[in-house]
Each structure stands twice: as structure tokens, then as C-alpha cells.
T-cell receptor, first 110, second 114 residues
Framework: KNEVEQSPQNLTAQEGEFITINCSYS?????LHWLQQHPGGGIVSLFM???GKKKHGRLIATINIQEKHSSLHITASHPRDSAVYIC????????????FGEGTQLTVNP | ETGVTQTPRHLVMGMTNKKSLKCEQH?????MYWYKQSAKKPLELMFV???????ENNSVPSRFSPECPNSSHLFLHLHTLQPEDSALYLC?????????????FGPGTRLTVL
């Protein structure tokens, strides 16, 4: 069992829908990282957070440290949001090493 | 050039070939990383370099040999690979190692071993 679990593994939505991707982890963390990977392979950083909530455009990330859970929300989804969304954590005991989830494949249809 | 670049973007090699992957970062960072991403699996850390010194080797087979001549360049030398080594190899950089440091990723090299 991976220390970082994401759900769902695959998600298909219609354009305009509100989307939620979940991340649960089983270890103590210093911070959590949400990343986006497009079909070509390149990975882009979306958020780093260690508490509360962050918002950037149509993307919102929340984290509950006590429950060891984070969510990534996309409002008014668009086909260009189609990508793999990856959750990763900096474990308290591992310095700068990131532990990654398997990713959530999101497809937004027009 | 900006950010983190990787060459080549695609590589097909036989099991007896020797090839090298190159990564270059233009962000002024001091730490660089090699990751392996296999289908349907999480990213796996392979190596970490901080100020040109290797600080982590995540039990990677010796057929993968990293080289970091300076803080801006990172290579992964490949020899006698196996078909199961076929994957996307990603390079990343961060200001430094230790603690929470945002990592910036390159576009990856898609490697196929025949």
C-alpha cells in the first residue's frame, strides 16, 4: 500500500462541471504538493501547502493535517484541464524527498 | 532557454547500447533530481545531487550511472539496460535539498528499451 493514495484513479467530466480530486496520506508530513502532468509528460507545480486553503484561478487546494487529507478542486472545468493530477508529500522524516501518489487521470469533455 | 530542459525527448535503444540523458536547469538552483515514471506507477526517485555532490541513491541498479559536473547540468548514463527499464525519465531541480523545496520538472525523456 502506497503511503499516498489518490481517488479517483480516473475521472471523466463534462465541461463546466465542478471537479474534486482527493489525496490521503498515512505519514507525518511537512507539506503537500499538487502537480499537473500533461500528455507530453511535463510536470507543472500547482500548489504547495501545509495548512488551510490556497486558490489560483479556477483551482483550489485544501488540506486537513489532522485528517491527513487534501483535496484539489477545479471550478468551471474546461477540456484544457485534461491531465494527470499528482499529489506528493514531503515526509517529516525524509528531508527533501517527495513521496508521490499514483495520479488521477482527468478527462474533461466539451 | 528557461526552466528545466531535457534531451533527447524520445530515445529507443537496444539492450547492448550505451546512451546518455541530459538535463539542464536555468533557474540558479543547487539541487537536481532524477526520477523514473513507469506506466500506472508513482514517480520513483532515483538520484539526488546537491551542489554537485550525490546525496541520495535510491538503490538504483548500476546500469544507471548519474553524473553532475556542475549545479546546472545532470546526466544519466545508460548501459546494458533491460526492457523493464522502459519508462519516462524526469529531471527536476530545486533551490537546495533539505526541508520543503518546490521542485521544478523538465519535460522528460521517453525511453524504450528493445
Amino acid at each position: 500500500k502506497n503511503e499516498v493514495e489518490q481517488s479517483p484513479q480516473n475521472l471523466t467530466a463534462q465541461e463546466g462541471e465542478f471537479i474534486t480530486i482527493n489525496c490521503s496520506y498515512s505519514v507525518g508530513i511537512s507539506a503537500l504538493h499538487w502537480l499537473q502532468q500533461h500528455p507530453g509528460g511535463g510536470i507543472v507545480s500547482l500548489f504547495m501547502l501545509s495548512s488551510g486553503k490556497k486558490k489560483h484561478g479556477r483551482l483550489i487546494a485544501t488540506i486537513n493535517i489532522q485528517e491527513k487529507h487534501s483535496s484539489l478542486h477545479i471550478t468551471a472545468s474546461h477540456p484544457r484541464d485534461s491531465a494527470v493530477y499528482i499529489c506528493a508529500v514531503w515526509e517529516e522524516t525524509s528531508g527533501s524527498r517527495l513521496t508521490f501518489g499514483e495520479g488521477t487521470q482527468l478527462t474533461v469533455n466539451p | 532557454e528557461t526552466g528545466v530542459t531535457q534531451t533527447p525527448r524520445h530515445l529507443v535503444m537496444g539492450m547492448t547500447n550505451k546512451k546518455s540523458l541530459k538535463c539542464e536547469q536555468h533557474l540558479g538552483h543547487n539541487a537536481m533530481y532524477w526520477y523514473k515514471q513507469s506506466a500506472k506507477k508513482p514517480l520513483e526517485l532515483m538520484f539526488v545531487y546537491n551542489f554537485k555532490e550525490q546525496t541520495e541513491n535510491n538503490s538504483v541498479p548500476s546500469r544507471f550511472s548519474p553524473e553532475c559536473p556542475n549545479s546546472s547540468h545532470l546526466f544519466l548514463h545508460l548501459h546494458t539496460l533491460q526492457p523493464e527499464d522502459s519508462a519516462l525519465y524526469l529531471c527536476a531541480s530545486s533551490p537546495r535539498t533539505g526541508g520543503v523545496n518546490e521542485q521544478f520538472f523538465g519535460p522528460g525523456t521517453r525511453l524504450t528499451v528493445l
